[in-house]
């Protein structure tokens, strides 16, 4: 069973940065393949990033590439999310989560979650 801690939220202006990080206990976390998501209010929650186990193939949703990172650090059992550029509808609670089976862009498809960072832009 893996326990997944997400933090770095906040409240930023527009061009502004942040950088969340997740933290993996309770498992093996360098087996695992890593993913972003976000979800606004009333809305579905939606793909941002993932990373491959070994941190050697990263994805993006089309509406964060070039703005955004995803990193591991399979050592200290962490996965980051670098977000540069921010806009407003960047405005959503971010979820990181753990999949057994490699890299995917849907969020049935992770077996694990943590329980969300805030993180509001304003314009």
């Known amino acids: 069973q893996m326990q997944l801690v997400e933090s770095g939220g906040g409240l930023v202006q527009a061009g502004g940065s942040l950088r969340l990080s997740c933290a993996a206990s309770?498992?093996?976390?360098?087996?695992?393949?890593m993913g972003w998501f976000r979800q606004a209010p009333g809305k579905e929650r939606d793909f941002v990033a993932a990373?491959?186990?070994?941190?050697?193939?990263?994805y993006y949703a089309d509406s964060v590439k070039g703005r955004f990172t995803i990193s591991r650090d399979n050592a200290k059992k962490t996965v980051y999310l670098q977000m540069n550029s921010l806009k407003p509808d960047d405005t959503a609670v971010y979820y990181c989560a753990a999949r057994a089976y490699g890299v995917a862009g849907f969020s049935s498809q992770y077996d694990y979650w943590g329980q969300g960072t805030q993180v509001t832009i304003s314009s």
């Open positions: 309770g498992g093996t976390f360098s087996s695992y393949a």
């Open positions: 990373i491959s186990w070994s941190g050697g193939n990263t």
